[in-house]
């Protein structure tokens, strides 16, 4: 069974403080995909990121980067300089390749709070 | 097109009451998914349509429920005999093959 934890239940920074959100996750697959979420108060789950198991780069896109260690089973999520708008729960996710479904397993989501 | 859709967005119904969601995914994707969500808590997985063929379903989904996907296009997720339990945000996502899940807004659900 695939597990996502994310230990951090809610982080609150003030404006352009650098803020880093963990996750970790167990799975017995060696093809998997994980993924961010950013989940505003509007309940829309907006896609952020997507990485394979195969891909350890870590990825920069603009204010956001992601470091992934499979040593550590570990895809953690980094906002830079962070803005009120980034006020929002994140999830970390985890999908395999199981029977053709490749279900979303979610952890329970960081509340991040940017304050000014 | 401009996304997954799900109607309503908020639903109220007293307890014991049927109540019936719709989600249109994106036109091109063949695969869909419904998700719930409980406060507090990530989505969980309810259930898989590829086409119109429903593939897997969760222990989470008990007889109460039910899940449809005629001719491949738009879903429908029905709830019967509705209780409190059943009060939370039913998330509906679609995908083409497995690449990325696009989600829609969720509807609302409140058993009193």
């Known amino acids: 069974a695939q597990k996502v934890t994310q230990a951090q239940t809610e982080i609150s920074v003030v404006e352009k403080e650098d803020v880093t959100l963990d996750c970790v996750y167990e799975t017995r697959d060696t093809t998997y995909y994980l993924f961010w979420y950013k989940q505003p108060p509007s309940g829309e789950l907006v896609f952020l990121i997507r990485r394979n198991s195969f891909d350890e780069q870590n990825e920069i896109s603009g204010r956001y980067s992601w470091n992934f260690q499979k040593s550590t089973s570990s895809f953690n999520f980094t906002i830079t300089a962070s803005q009120v708008v980034d006020s929002a729960v994140y999830f970390c996710a985890l999908s395999v390749q199981d029977g053709t479904a490749s279900k979303l397993t979610f952890g329970t989501g960081t509340r991040l709070q940017v304050t000014l | 097109d401009t996304g997954v859709s799900q109607d309503p967005r908020h639903k109220i119904t007293k307890r014991g009451q049927n109540v019936t969601f719709r989600c249109d995914p994106i036109?091109?994707?063949?695969?869909l998914y419904w998700y719930r969500q409980t406060l507090g808590q990530g989505p969980e997985f309810l259930t898989y349509?590829?086409?119109?063929?429903?593939?897997?379903k969760s222990r989470l989904l008990s007889d109460r429920f039910s899940a449809e996907r005629p001719k491949g296009s738009f879903s429908t997720l029905e709830i019967q005999r509705t209780e409190q339990g059943d009060s939370a945000m039913y998330l509906c996502?679609?995908?083409?093959?497995?690449?990325?899940?696009?989600f829609g807004s969720g509807t609302r659900l409140t058993v009193v």
């Open positions: 036109s091109e994707h063949n695969r």
């Open positions: 996502a679609s995908s083409l093959l497995a690449a990325g899940y696009t």
């Open positions: 349509f590829q086409n119109e063929a429903q593939l897997e």
